[in-house]
Protein backbone atom coordinates (compact mmCIF):
# COMPACT_ATOMS: atom_id res chain seq x y z
CA UNK A 1 0.00 0.00 0.00
CA UNK A 2 1.31 3.38 -0.73
CA UNK A 3 -0.99 6.60 0.11
CA UNK A 4 -0.08 10.29 -1.14
CA UNK A 5 -2.35 12.77 0.75
CA UNK A 6 -2.36 16.34 -1.59
CA UNK A 7 -4.30 19.69 0.57
CA UNK A 8 -7.00 20.92 -1.19
CA UNK A 9 -5.09 23.94 -2.73
CA UNK A 10 -4.12 25.02 -6.27
CA UNK A 11 -1.26 23.38 -8.22
CA UNK A 12 -0.60 20.36 -5.48
CA UNK A 13 -1.97 18.24 -7.88
CA UNK A 14 -0.06 19.24 -11.16
CA UNK A 15 2.42 19.39 -8.75
CA UNK A 16 2.69 15.96 -8.20
CA UNK A 17 1.81 14.74 -11.34
CA UNK A 18 5.16 16.30 -12.46
CA UNK A 19 7.09 14.86 -9.96
CA UNK A 20 5.63 11.33 -10.60
CA UNK A 21 4.82 11.47 -14.13
CA UNK A 22 0.91 10.61 -13.46
CA UNK A 23 -1.08 10.15 -10.40
CA UNK A 24 -0.40 6.19 -10.20
CA UNK A 25 -2.89 3.40 -10.23
CA UNK A 26 -5.43 4.92 -8.09
CA UNK A 27 -7.10 8.21 -6.70
CA UNK A 28 -9.60 9.52 -4.63
CA UNK A 29 -10.42 13.52 -4.79
CA UNK A 30 -11.17 16.24 -2.82
CA UNK A 31 -15.24 17.31 -3.29
CA UNK A 32 -14.06 20.13 -5.03
CA UNK A 33 -12.20 17.93 -7.98
CA UNK A 34 -8.90 18.53 -6.48
CA UNK A 35 -6.64 14.91 -6.33
CA UNK A 36 -6.80 13.98 -2.11
CA UNK A 37 -5.17 10.34 -2.29
CA UNK A 38 -3.43 8.79 -4.53
CA UNK A 39 -1.18 5.56 -5.24
CA UNK A 40 -1.71 2.13 -4.77
CA UNK A 41 -4.26 0.14 -2.51
CA UNK A 42 -6.37 -2.78 -1.95
CA UNK A 43 -9.76 -1.77 -2.25
CA UNK A 44 -11.52 -3.36 1.12
CA UNK A 45 -9.18 -2.14 3.10
CA UNK A 46 -10.72 1.86 2.13
CA UNK A 47 -13.83 2.72 3.92
CA UNK A 48 -15.33 6.06 2.32
CA UNK A 49 -17.87 7.72 3.96
CA UNK A 50 -19.44 11.44 1.92
CA UNK A 51 -21.32 14.13 4.05
CA UNK A 52 -21.62 16.79 1.68
CA UNK A 53 -18.43 18.39 0.99
CA UNK A 54 -16.71 16.25 3.39
CA UNK A 55 -15.04 13.54 2.87
CA UNK A 56 -13.63 10.76 5.22
CA UNK A 57 -11.46 7.63 3.95
CA UNK A 58 -10.50 5.15 6.68
CA UNK A 59 -7.70 2.35 5.29
CA UNK A 60 -7.14 -1.08 7.21
CA UNK A 61 -9.44 -3.76 8.62
CA UNK A 62 -11.67 -2.76 10.85
CA UNK A 63 -15.43 -2.34 11.20
CA UNK A 64 -17.21 0.78 12.27
CA UNK A 65 -20.72 2.42 11.93
CA UNK A 66 -20.42 4.37 8.27
CA UNK A 67 -23.87 5.67 9.25
CA UNK A 68 -22.80 7.23 12.57
CA UNK A 69 -19.66 8.34 10.81
CA UNK A 70 -21.19 10.22 8.32
CA UNK A 71 -23.73 12.19 11.06
CA UNK A 72 -20.97 12.65 12.85
CA UNK A 73 -18.98 14.19 9.52
CA UNK A 74 -21.42 16.46 8.76
CA UNK A 75 -22.26 17.88 12.37
CA UNK A 76 -18.64 18.67 13.36
CA UNK A 77 -17.68 22.26 12.69
CA UNK A 78 -14.09 21.54 12.18
CA UNK A 79 -11.58 18.86 12.00
CA UNK A 80 -11.02 18.89 15.84
CA UNK A 81 -14.74 17.41 16.54
CA UNK A 82 -13.79 14.11 14.59
CA UNK A 83 -11.66 13.08 17.35
CA UNK A 84 -14.90 11.44 18.72
CA UNK A 85 -15.28 9.24 15.79
CA UNK A 86 -10.81 8.72 15.75
CA UNK A 87 -11.34 7.32 19.34
CA UNK A 88 -14.10 4.56 18.28
CA UNK A 89 -12.65 2.72 15.42
CA UNK A 90 -11.37 -0.74 16.29
CA UNK A 91 -8.14 -1.77 14.39
CA UNK A 92 -4.91 -0.61 12.79
CA UNK A 93 -6.04 2.29 10.70
CA UNK A 94 -5.06 5.54 8.71
CA UNK A 95 -7.78 8.01 9.22
CA UNK A 96 -8.15 10.74 6.51
CA UNK A 97 -10.48 13.60 6.24
CA UNK A 98 -11.20 16.25 3.80
CA UNK A 99 -13.42 19.01 5.22
CA UNK A 100 -14.10 22.02 3.95
CA UNK A 101 -10.80 22.45 2.43
CA UNK A 102 -8.74 21.15 4.87
CA UNK A 103 -7.43 17.83 5.58
CA UNK A 104 -6.83 16.16 8.83
CA UNK A 105 -4.38 12.90 8.52
CA UNK A 106 -3.53 10.58 11.10
CA UNK A 107 -2.26 6.96 12.02
CA UNK A 108 -2.17 4.93 14.85
CA UNK A 109 -0.90 5.81 18.65
CA UNK A 110 1.71 3.08 18.89
CA UNK A 111 3.27 4.34 14.88
CA UNK A 112 2.04 0.80 13.62
CA UNK A 113 0.11 3.29 11.15
CA UNK A 114 2.34 6.36 10.54
CA UNK A 115 1.59 9.51 8.45
CA UNK A 116 4.97 11.71 7.47
CA UNK A 117 5.27 14.87 5.96
CA UNK A 118 7.14 17.11 3.46
CA UNK A 119 7.53 19.85 1.82
CA UNK A 120 7.53 19.71 -2.04
CA UNK A 121 7.64 22.93 -4.25
CA UNK A 122 6.19 24.76 -1.25
CA UNK A 123 3.44 22.84 -0.79
CA UNK A 124 2.91 20.25 2.35
CA UNK A 125 2.42 16.40 1.39
CA UNK A 126 1.28 13.35 3.35
CA UNK A 127 1.95 9.55 2.92
CA UNK A 128 1.60 6.39 4.91
CA UNK A 129 5.82 6.14 3.32
CA UNK A 130 8.40 8.61 3.85
CA UNK A 131 9.85 6.86 0.72
CA UNK A 132 7.68 8.15 -1.81
CA UNK A 133 8.11 11.89 -0.24
CA UNK A 134 11.58 11.85 -0.08
CA UNK A 135 11.65 10.88 -3.96
CA UNK A 136 9.12 13.88 -4.57
CA UNK A 137 11.13 16.09 -2.44
CA UNK A 138 14.74 15.10 -4.12
CA UNK A 139 15.61 14.70 -0.52
CA UNK A 140 19.12 13.47 0.83
CA UNK A 141 19.98 10.74 3.43
CA UNK A 142 20.49 12.39 6.72
CA UNK A 143 23.86 11.63 7.84
CA UNK A 144 22.99 12.44 11.82
CA UNK A 145 20.16 10.20 11.17
CA UNK A 146 22.19 7.09 9.79
CA UNK A 147 24.75 7.57 12.66
CA UNK A 148 21.81 7.47 14.95
CA UNK A 149 20.73 3.67 13.81
CA UNK A 150 24.24 2.28 14.82
CA UNK A 151 22.85 3.09 18.64
CA UNK A 152 21.93 -0.29 20.24
CA UNK A 153 19.78 -1.12 21.21
CA UNK A 154 17.92 1.84 20.02
CA UNK A 155 18.06 5.84 19.89
CA UNK A 156 16.17 7.03 22.58
CA UNK A 157 12.98 8.99 21.68
CA UNK A 158 12.37 11.51 20.16
CA UNK A 159 15.00 10.76 18.29
CA UNK A 160 14.22 6.85 17.44
CA UNK A 161 11.61 8.62 15.56
CA UNK A 162 13.69 10.96 12.95
CA UNK A 163 13.63 10.03 9.46
CA UNK A 164 16.47 9.28 8.11
CA UNK A 165 15.65 11.81 4.74
CA UNK A 166 16.50 15.05 5.42
CA UNK A 167 12.98 17.15 5.58
CA UNK A 168 10.81 14.39 5.76
CA UNK A 169 9.11 14.27 9.24
CA UNK A 170 6.76 11.58 11.22
CA UNK A 171 3.93 12.46 13.11
CA UNK A 172 4.40 12.76 16.56
CA UNK A 173 1.97 10.30 18.76
CA UNK A 174 -1.12 10.99 19.59
CA UNK A 175 -1.35 13.70 16.79
CA UNK A 176 -3.02 14.37 13.87
CA UNK A 177 -1.70 16.17 10.58
CA UNK A 178 -3.70 19.41 9.41
CA UNK A 179 -3.04 20.64 6.13
CA UNK A 180 -4.60 23.89 5.41
CA UNK A 181 -5.82 25.34 1.97
CA UNK A 182 -2.50 27.31 1.67
CA UNK A 183 -0.67 24.10 1.25
CA UNK A 184 0.85 24.56 4.99
CA UNK A 185 0.78 22.06 7.77
CA UNK A 186 0.48 21.81 11.34
CA UNK A 187 0.50 19.01 13.83
CA UNK A 188 -2.22 19.03 16.37
CA UNK A 189 -2.73 16.64 19.57
CA UNK A 190 -5.85 14.60 19.81
CA UNK A 191 -4.62 12.20 22.16
CA UNK A 192 -3.43 11.72 25.75
CA UNK A 193 -2.68 8.59 27.65
CA UNK A 194 -5.81 7.33 30.13
CA UNK A 195 -5.63 7.74 33.99
CA UNK A 196 -3.84 4.73 35.47
CA UNK A 197 -6.96 3.92 37.83
CA UNK A 198 -8.47 1.03 37.03
CA UNK A 199 -7.98 -1.78 39.55
CA UNK A 200 -6.71 -5.14 38.01
CA UNK A 201 -9.81 -6.79 37.24
CA UNK A 202 -11.25 -3.55 35.53
CA UNK A 203 -7.80 -3.44 33.29
CA UNK A 204 -7.93 -6.89 32.82
CA UNK A 205 -11.34 -6.96 31.27
CA UNK A 206 -10.99 -3.95 29.21
CA UNK A 207 -7.79 -5.56 27.68
CA UNK A 208 -9.30 -8.81 26.87
CA UNK A 209 -12.56 -6.84 25.01
CA UNK A 210 -10.21 -4.12 23.43
CA UNK A 211 -8.28 -7.05 22.51
CA UNK A 212 -10.63 -9.42 20.98
CA UNK A 213 -12.02 -6.97 18.98
CA UNK A 214 -8.75 -5.92 17.89
CA UNK A 215 -8.45 -9.60 16.56
CA UNK A 216 -11.69 -9.83 15.26
CA UNK A 217 -11.30 -7.00 12.94
CA UNK A 218 -8.14 -8.46 11.27
CA UNK A 219 -9.56 -12.60 11.59
CA UNK A 220 -13.07 -12.72 10.48
CA UNK A 221 -14.76 -12.51 7.06
CA UNK A 222 -11.20 -12.09 5.10
CA UNK A 223 -10.42 -16.07 4.31
CA UNK A 224 -7.45 -17.84 5.87
CA UNK A 225 -5.28 -15.80 8.31
CA UNK A 226 -1.97 -16.56 9.61
CA UNK A 227 -0.68 -16.11 12.84
CA UNK A 228 2.89 -16.68 15.08
CA UNK A 229 2.73 -19.40 17.37
CA UNK A 230 5.97 -19.38 19.21
CA UNK A 231 4.93 -20.75 22.46
CA UNK A 232 5.51 -17.17 23.98
CA UNK A 233 1.96 -15.79 26.12
CA UNK A 234 1.58 -13.08 23.66
CA UNK A 235 1.37 -14.87 19.95
CA UNK A 236 -0.26 -18.11 22.12
CA UNK A 237 -3.04 -15.65 23.37
CA UNK A 238 -3.95 -14.01 19.84
CA UNK A 239 -4.20 -17.67 18.51
CA UNK A 240 -6.42 -18.41 20.90
CA UNK A 241 -8.70 -15.13 20.40
CA UNK A 242 -8.20 -15.72 16.62
CA UNK A 243 -9.92 -19.54 17.01
CA UNK A 244 -12.34 -18.36 19.21
CA UNK A 245 -14.14 -15.71 17.22
CA UNK A 246 -13.94 -18.33 14.33
CA UNK A 247 -11.27 -17.38 12.31
CA UNK A 248 -9.19 -19.50 9.11
CA UNK A 249 -6.37 -19.95 11.03
CA UNK A 250 -3.09 -21.03 9.98
CA UNK A 251 -0.27 -20.68 12.87
CA UNK A 252 3.39 -21.54 12.24
CA UNK A 253 6.30 -22.80 15.04
CA UNK A 254 9.64 -21.91 14.31
CA UNK A 255 11.61 -24.63 16.09
CA UNK A 256 14.47 -22.83 18.39
CA UNK A 257 17.95 -23.43 17.89
CA UNK A 258 18.56 -23.78 21.93
CA UNK A 259 17.35 -27.75 22.82
CA UNK A 260 17.04 -26.10 26.07
CA UNK A 261 14.04 -23.55 25.00
CA UNK A 262 10.78 -24.76 25.95
CA UNK A 263 8.94 -22.21 23.45
CA UNK A 264 8.02 -25.90 21.27
CA UNK A 265 6.48 -27.66 24.05
CA UNK A 266 4.43 -24.95 24.65
CA UNK A 267 3.47 -24.20 21.05
CA UNK A 268 2.21 -27.89 20.58
CA UNK A 269 0.27 -27.71 24.44
CA UNK A 270 -1.71 -24.79 22.92
CA UNK A 271 -1.95 -26.18 19.37
CA UNK A 272 -3.58 -29.54 20.86
CA UNK A 273 -6.48 -27.22 22.26
CA UNK A 274 -7.26 -25.73 18.94
CA UNK A 275 -9.09 -28.41 16.75
CA UNK A 276 -10.01 -27.33 13.25
CA UNK A 277 -6.71 -24.88 13.22
CA UNK A 278 -4.12 -25.71 10.86
CA UNK A 279 -0.88 -25.81 12.26
CA UNK A 280 2.44 -25.59 11.03
CA UNK A 281 6.12 -26.42 12.75
CA UNK A 282 9.21 -24.81 10.48
CA UNK A 283 12.73 -26.36 11.40
CA UNK A 284 15.29 -24.72 13.28
CA UNK A 285 18.14 -25.64 10.44
CA UNK A 286 16.53 -23.67 7.21
CA UNK A 287 18.13 -21.65 4.30
CA UNK A 288 16.93 -18.71 5.70
CA UNK A 289 18.36 -17.68 9.13
CA UNK A 290 19.19 -15.04 11.24
CA UNK A 291 21.99 -12.73 9.61
CA UNK A 292 21.13 -13.48 6.50
CA UNK A 293 21.67 -10.29 4.90
CA UNK A 294 25.27 -9.46 4.05
CA UNK A 295 25.89 -8.06 0.61
CA UNK A 296 28.65 -9.10 -1.63
CA UNK A 297 31.75 -6.67 -2.04
CA UNK A 298 30.17 -5.48 -5.62
CA UNK A 299 30.52 -1.55 -5.07
CA UNK A 300 27.38 0.75 -4.19
CA UNK A 301 24.07 -0.53 -4.78
CA UNK A 302 25.18 -4.31 -5.33
CA UNK A 303 23.73 -6.99 -2.64
CA UNK A 304 24.79 -10.08 -1.64
CA UNK A 305 21.94 -13.15 -0.52
CA UNK A 306 19.47 -11.70 1.45
CA UNK A 307 20.54 -7.73 0.67
CA UNK A 308 17.76 -6.57 -1.02
CA UNK A 309 14.96 -8.52 0.79
CA UNK A 310 13.53 -6.11 3.13
CA UNK A 311 12.82 -3.16 1.87
CA UNK A 312 11.18 -1.15 4.54
CA UNK A 313 10.64 2.20 2.66
CA UNK A 314 12.37 4.05 5.77
CA UNK A 315 15.77 2.83 5.46
CA UNK A 316 17.69 0.61 7.42
CA UNK A 317 15.18 -2.23 8.87
CA UNK A 318 15.06 -2.44 12.62
CA UNK A 319 15.00 -6.03 12.51
CA UNK A 320 17.99 -6.28 10.46
CA UNK A 321 19.21 -9.58 11.54
CA UNK A 322 15.51 -10.94 11.02
CA UNK A 323 15.01 -9.96 7.69
CA UNK A 324 15.67 -12.96 5.72
CA UNK A 325 13.27 -15.46 8.07
CA UNK A 326 10.75 -12.46 8.12
CA UNK A 327 11.12 -13.10 4.04
CA UNK A 328 11.20 -16.71 4.25
CA UNK A 329 7.99 -17.31 6.33
CA UNK A 330 6.17 -14.90 4.55
CA UNK A 331 6.39 -16.35 1.18
CA UNK A 332 5.31 -19.96 3.58
CA UNK A 333 2.03 -18.69 4.98
CA UNK A 334 1.28 -16.97 1.21
CA UNK A 335 1.63 -19.82 -0.51
CA UNK A 336 -1.06 -21.57 1.84
CA UNK A 337 -3.36 -18.89 1.22
CA UNK A 338 -2.55 -16.41 3.75
CA UNK A 339 -3.19 -12.51 3.20
CA UNK A 340 -2.44 -11.35 6.76
CA UNK A 341 0.08 -12.62 9.36
CA UNK A 342 -0.89 -11.92 13.01
CA UNK A 343 2.22 -11.11 15.44
CA UNK A 344 2.33 -10.82 19.19
CA UNK A 345 4.46 -7.66 18.77
CA UNK A 346 3.60 -5.37 21.91
CA UNK A 347 2.64 -7.79 24.04
CA UNK A 348 6.07 -7.32 26.38
CA UNK A 349 5.61 -3.89 26.50
CA UNK A 350 2.23 -3.48 27.30
CA UNK A 351 2.26 -6.43 29.72
CA UNK A 352 5.67 -6.87 30.78
CA UNK A 353 7.81 -5.05 33.79
CA UNK A 354 10.03 -2.21 32.70
CA UNK A 355 12.60 -0.97 33.63
CA UNK A 356 11.37 2.32 35.83
CA UNK A 357 8.91 0.27 37.23
CA UNK A 358 10.06 0.46 40.95
CA UNK A 359 10.37 4.07 39.93
CA UNK A 360 6.62 4.99 39.54
CA UNK A 361 5.68 2.02 42.31
CA UNK A 362 7.15 3.88 44.88
CA UNK A 363 5.83 7.41 43.55
CA UNK A 364 1.73 5.63 43.58
CA UNK A 365 2.25 3.17 45.98
CA UNK A 366 4.98 3.43 48.43
CA UNK A 367 4.11 1.08 51.05
CA UNK A 368 3.64 -1.39 48.93
CA UNK A 369 6.69 -0.93 47.30
CA UNK A 370 8.92 -1.24 49.71
CA UNK A 371 9.12 -4.86 50.19
CA UNK A 372 9.03 -5.54 46.33
CA UNK A 373 11.99 -2.79 45.94
CA UNK A 374 13.82 -5.24 48.89
CA UNK A 375 13.02 -8.60 46.61
CA UNK A 376 14.50 -7.06 43.75
CA UNK A 377 17.68 -5.20 45.22
CA UNK A 378 18.13 -9.18 46.82
CA UNK A 379 17.36 -10.53 43.71
CA UNK A 380 19.46 -8.49 40.95
CA UNK A 381 22.15 -8.06 43.84
CA UNK A 382 21.67 -4.21 43.44
CA UNK A 383 23.72 -1.77 46.24
CA UNK A 384 21.40 -0.30 49.01
CA UNK A 385 23.27 3.08 48.08
CA UNK A 386 22.56 2.96 44.71
CA UNK A 387 18.91 1.66 45.02
CA UNK A 388 17.62 4.31 47.11
CA UNK A 389 19.80 7.12 44.73
CA UNK A 390 17.75 5.22 42.14
CA UNK A 391 14.38 5.71 43.48
CA UNK A 392 14.91 9.33 44.61
CA UNK A 393 16.15 10.40 41.37
CA UNK A 394 13.95 13.74 40.11
CA UNK A 395 15.95 14.12 37.16
CA UNK A 396 13.93 15.76 34.17
CA UNK A 397 13.21 14.22 30.96
CA UNK A 398 15.57 16.49 28.60
CA UNK A 399 18.55 16.86 31.25
CA UNK A 400 17.99 12.58 30.82
CA UNK A 401 18.98 12.77 27.54
CA UNK A 402 21.56 15.15 28.01
CA UNK A 403 22.96 12.51 29.92
CA UNK A 404 22.40 9.69 27.14
CA UNK A 405 24.56 11.80 25.68
CA UNK A 406 27.86 11.51 27.71
CA UNK A 407 27.32 7.46 28.16
CA UNK A 408 27.94 7.15 24.30
CA UNK A 409 30.68 4.85 24.98
CA UNK A 410 30.98 3.61 28.10
CA UNK A 411 31.17 0.03 28.90
CA UNK A 412 27.19 -1.59 28.24
CA UNK A 413 25.83 -2.28 31.58
CA UNK A 414 25.76 -5.94 32.57
CA UNK A 415 22.53 -7.51 33.04
CA UNK A 416 20.63 -7.13 35.57
CA UNK A 417 21.60 -3.83 35.82
CA UNK A 418 20.08 -1.11 37.85
CA UNK A 419 18.08 1.32 35.48
CA UNK A 420 15.53 3.76 36.95
CA UNK A 421 15.93 6.61 35.31
CA UNK A 422 13.87 8.05 32.02
CA UNK A 423 16.10 6.01 29.23
CA UNK A 424 19.64 5.41 29.20
CA UNK A 425 21.78 2.30 28.05
CA UNK A 426 21.89 3.51 24.19
CA UNK A 427 25.61 2.51 23.50
CA UNK A 428 27.73 2.98 20.33
CA UNK A 429 29.15 0.07 18.87
CA UNK A 430 33.22 0.02 19.58
CA UNK A 431 33.58 0.06 15.61
CA UNK A 432 31.81 3.45 15.41
CA UNK A 433 34.48 6.22 14.61
CA UNK A 434 34.93 9.33 17.03
CA UNK A 435 33.21 11.41 14.16
CA UNK A 436 29.71 9.41 14.54
CA UNK A 437 29.65 9.77 17.72
CA UNK A 438 29.95 13.08 17.75
CA UNK A 439 27.37 13.51 15.25
CA UNK A 440 24.81 11.19 17.35
CA UNK A 441 25.89 13.01 20.74
CA UNK A 442 25.23 16.64 18.87
CA UNK A 443 21.85 15.32 18.43
CA UNK A 444 20.99 14.30 21.78
CA UNK A 445 22.29 17.43 23.21
CA UNK A 446 19.83 19.09 20.50
CA UNK A 447 17.22 17.43 21.54
CA UNK A 448 17.77 18.40 25.10
CA UNK A 449 18.28 21.47 24.65
CA UNK A 450 15.08 22.13 23.27
CA UNK A 451 13.15 21.04 26.63
CA UNK A 452 11.55 17.81 25.12
CA UNK A 453 9.07 16.43 27.05
CA UNK A 454 8.27 13.05 27.76
CA UNK A 455 6.00 11.04 26.30
CA UNK A 456 3.98 11.07 29.89
CA UNK A 457 4.89 12.57 33.22
CA UNK A 458 5.58 8.85 34.61
CA UNK A 459 8.40 6.89 33.74
CA UNK A 460 7.11 3.75 33.41
CA UNK A 461 4.13 4.55 31.42
CA UNK A 462 6.49 6.61 28.94
CA UNK A 463 8.69 3.27 28.65
CA UNK A 464 5.73 1.83 27.55
CA UNK A 465 4.76 3.99 25.37
CA UNK A 466 8.48 4.48 23.96
CA UNK A 467 9.29 1.25 23.56
CA UNK A 468 5.22 0.41 21.66
CA UNK A 469 6.19 3.31 19.30
CA UNK A 470 9.60 1.04 18.76
CA UNK A 471 7.98 -2.24 18.09
CA UNK A 472 5.09 -0.16 15.89
CA UNK A 473 7.66 1.22 13.61
CA UNK A 474 9.19 -2.70 13.69
CA UNK A 475 5.80 -4.16 12.74
CA UNK A 476 4.94 -1.13 9.97
CA UNK A 477 8.15 -1.68 8.18
CA UNK A 478 7.92 -5.72 8.29
CA UNK A 479 3.93 -4.92 6.64
CA UNK A 480 5.53 -2.85 4.04
CA UNK A 481 8.93 -5.12 3.02
CA UNK A 482 6.74 -8.02 2.53
CA UNK A 483 3.51 -6.38 0.96
CA UNK A 484 4.87 -7.90 -2.52
CA UNK A 485 3.62 -11.45 -1.16
CA UNK A 486 0.02 -9.79 -1.24
CA UNK A 487 0.62 -10.60 2.93
CA UNK A 488 -0.15 -7.97 5.35
CA UNK A 489 1.84 -8.17 8.74
CA UNK A 490 -0.53 -7.02 11.48
CA UNK A 491 -0.05 -6.76 15.59
CA UNK A 492 -3.33 -6.78 17.24
CA UNK A 493 -1.71 -5.41 21.07
CA UNK A 494 -0.45 -2.31 19.14
CA UNK A 495 -4.14 -1.05 18.78
CA UNK A 496 -5.13 2.58 20.21
CA UNK A 497 -7.79 0.71 22.50
CA UNK A 498 -5.46 -2.44 23.58
CA UNK A 499 -2.61 0.24 24.29
CA UNK A 500 -5.40 2.86 25.97
CA UNK A 501 -7.16 -0.78 28.21
CA UNK A 502 -3.13 -1.44 29.00
CA UNK A 503 -2.09 1.69 30.46
CA UNK A 504 -5.37 2.38 32.55
CA UNK A 505 -4.48 -0.26 35.06
CA UNK A 506 -2.91 1.35 38.17
CA UNK A 507 0.67 0.98 37.88
CA UNK A 508 0.86 -1.09 40.83
CA UNK A 509 -0.81 -4.21 39.19
CA UNK A 510 0.98 -3.89 35.82
CA UNK A 511 3.70 -5.95 37.99
CA UNK A 512 2.82 -8.74 40.70
CA UNK A 513 5.56 -10.62 42.89
CA UNK A 514 5.83 -14.50 41.43
CA UNK A 515 3.60 -13.81 37.90
CA UNK A 516 4.14 -13.50 34.37
CA UNK A 517 2.76 -10.15 32.88
CA UNK A 518 -0.67 -10.69 35.19
CA UNK A 519 -2.85 -7.97 33.43
CA UNK A 520 -2.39 -10.33 30.23
CA UNK A 521 -3.01 -13.50 32.00
CA UNK A 522 -5.90 -12.14 33.97
CA UNK A 523 -7.49 -10.97 30.62
CA UNK A 524 -7.04 -14.44 28.84
CA UNK A 525 -8.23 -16.52 31.91
CA UNK A 526 -10.86 -18.79 30.58
CA UNK A 527 -10.03 -18.05 26.71
CA UNK A 528 -6.26 -19.91 27.21
CA UNK A 529 -6.07 -23.00 29.26
CA UNK A 530 -4.90 -22.23 32.77
CA UNK A 531 -1.27 -24.54 32.61
CA UNK A 532 -0.50 -22.36 29.61
CA UNK A 533 -0.90 -18.99 31.47
CA UNK A 534 0.91 -20.32 34.68
CA UNK A 535 3.71 -21.03 32.77
CA UNK A 536 6.48 -19.34 34.75
CA UNK A 537 9.71 -19.30 32.54
CA UNK A 538 10.19 -17.72 29.17
CA UNK A 539 12.00 -18.52 25.91
CA UNK A 540 15.71 -17.18 24.62
CA UNK A 541 16.80 -16.78 21.77
CA UNK A 542 20.32 -15.41 21.46
CA UNK A 543 21.08 -18.88 20.14
CA UNK A 544 19.67 -17.70 16.88
CA UNK A 545 22.15 -14.58 16.45
CA UNK A 546 24.92 -16.76 17.91
CA UNK A 547 24.29 -19.33 14.44
CA UNK A 548 23.41 -16.57 12.43
CA UNK A 549 26.48 -14.86 13.39
CA UNK A 550 28.76 -18.07 12.77
CA UNK A 551 27.13 -19.14 8.99
CA UNK A 552 27.62 -15.33 8.11
CA UNK A 553 31.07 -14.43 8.86
CA UNK A 554 32.91 -14.60 5.87
CA UNK A 555 30.42 -12.81 4.02
CA UNK A 556 30.67 -10.16 6.91
CA UNK A 557 34.45 -10.33 6.65
CA UNK A 558 33.94 -9.65 3.30
CA UNK A 559 31.94 -6.88 3.47
CA UNK A 560 34.95 -5.13 5.91
CA UNK A 561 36.83 -4.58 2.48
CA UNK A 562 34.92 -2.45 1.38
CA UNK A 563 32.40 -0.77 3.55
CA UNK A 564 30.44 1.93 2.72
CA UNK A 565 29.85 3.16 6.74
CA UNK A 566 33.67 3.44 6.67
CA UNK A 567 33.34 5.29 2.92
CA UNK A 568 31.02 7.80 4.73
CA UNK A 569 33.46 7.88 8.60
CA UNK A 570 30.78 6.26 10.75
CA UNK A 571 32.32 3.45 11.09
CA UNK A 572 36.06 1.46 11.47
CA UNK A 573 36.42 -1.17 9.38
CA UNK A 574 39.53 -2.47 11.10
CA UNK A 575 37.50 -2.89 14.72
CA UNK A 576 34.94 -4.19 13.35
CA UNK A 577 36.54 -6.93 11.46
CA UNK A 578 38.08 -7.86 15.03
CA UNK A 579 35.04 -8.18 16.81
CA UNK A 580 33.32 -10.28 14.01
CA UNK A 581 36.43 -12.67 14.38
CA UNK A 582 36.32 -12.89 18.01
CA UNK A 583 32.61 -12.03 19.15
CA UNK A 584 32.23 -11.70 22.57
CA UNK A 585 30.38 -14.82 24.77
CA UNK A 586 27.64 -12.76 25.55
CA UNK A 587 24.69 -12.36 23.68
CA UNK A 588 24.20 -8.51 24.91
CA UNK A 589 27.39 -7.60 22.36
CA UNK A 590 25.38 -9.13 19.21
CA UNK A 591 22.90 -6.16 19.15
CA UNK A 592 25.24 -3.79 17.89
CA UNK A 593 25.98 -6.12 14.74
CA UNK A 594 22.64 -5.88 14.02
CA UNK A 595 22.41 -2.28 13.53
CA UNK A 596 25.37 -1.71 11.79
CA UNK A 597 24.80 -4.55 9.49
CA UNK A 598 21.03 -3.09 8.63
CA UNK A 599 22.62 0.13 7.81
CA UNK A 600 25.24 -1.11 5.82
CA UNK A 601 22.77 -3.61 3.65
CA UNK A 602 20.89 -0.85 3.19
CA UNK A 603 23.36 1.85 1.79
CA UNK A 604 24.83 -0.95 -0.51
CA UNK A 605 20.92 -1.27 -1.79
CA UNK A 606 19.66 1.81 -1.92
CA UNK A 607 20.19 3.63 -5.08
CA UNK A 608 23.25 5.94 -4.55
CA UNK A 609 21.61 7.90 -1.96
CA UNK A 610 22.63 11.58 -1.67
CA UNK A 611 23.83 12.29 1.54
CA UNK A 612 23.41 15.25 3.48
CA UNK A 613 26.67 17.18 5.02
CA UNK A 614 26.06 17.36 9.01
CA UNK A 615 26.96 20.16 10.94
CA UNK A 616 28.86 18.61 14.32
CA UNK A 617 28.56 20.15 17.34
CA UNK A 618 31.20 20.83 20.33
CA UNK A 619 30.56 18.95 23.56
CA UNK A 620 28.10 21.12 25.66
Known amino acids: MEIIILPDC ?13 FGAMRVDHPSGRPWLVGHWNEADLTLTTAGPRRLAVFGRTVFDTGQAERLLDRARSPQELDRLAGRIPGGVHLIASFDGRVRAQGSVS ?7 ADVGGLTFASDSPAPLAALAGAEVDEVSLALRLLSPLAPWPLSQR ?11 GHWLDLTTDGRARQVRWWQPPAADRTAGEAALAVREALTEAVEVRAVGHGTVSADLSGGLDSTALCFLAHQVGAELNTYHVTPWDPANEDSRWARRAAEEMSGAAHRILPAERPANWFDAAPADDGPGAGGPGAGRLDTGEGPPLWGAGSAHLVDLTGVVA ?11 GGDELFGAMPAYLWSLMRSRPLQGIPVVHRYRLLNRWRLADTVRGLADRTPFARYIALAARELTAPTPRQPALSLGWTGGARMPPWATDRAVQLVRGALFDAAASAVAPLDPDRVRHQVLEFCLYEGALIRQTRHACAAFGVEWDAPMLDDRVLEASLSARVADRVRPGRYKPLLV ?24 FEGL ?10 CERLRL ?5 VNPAVLRTALISPSPESRHLTPFQSTVACENWLRTATAPALATPHLHEEH
Open 10 to 22: PGAGELLAEHRRG
Open 111 to 117: GSRQVFH
Open 163 to 173: CVWTGVDALAS
Open 335 to 345: AEGSRMHLMGV
Open 522 to 545: DAMRGSVPDDILDRSDKGEFSAEL
Open 550 to 559: RRNRAAFLAM
Open 566 to 570: AELGL
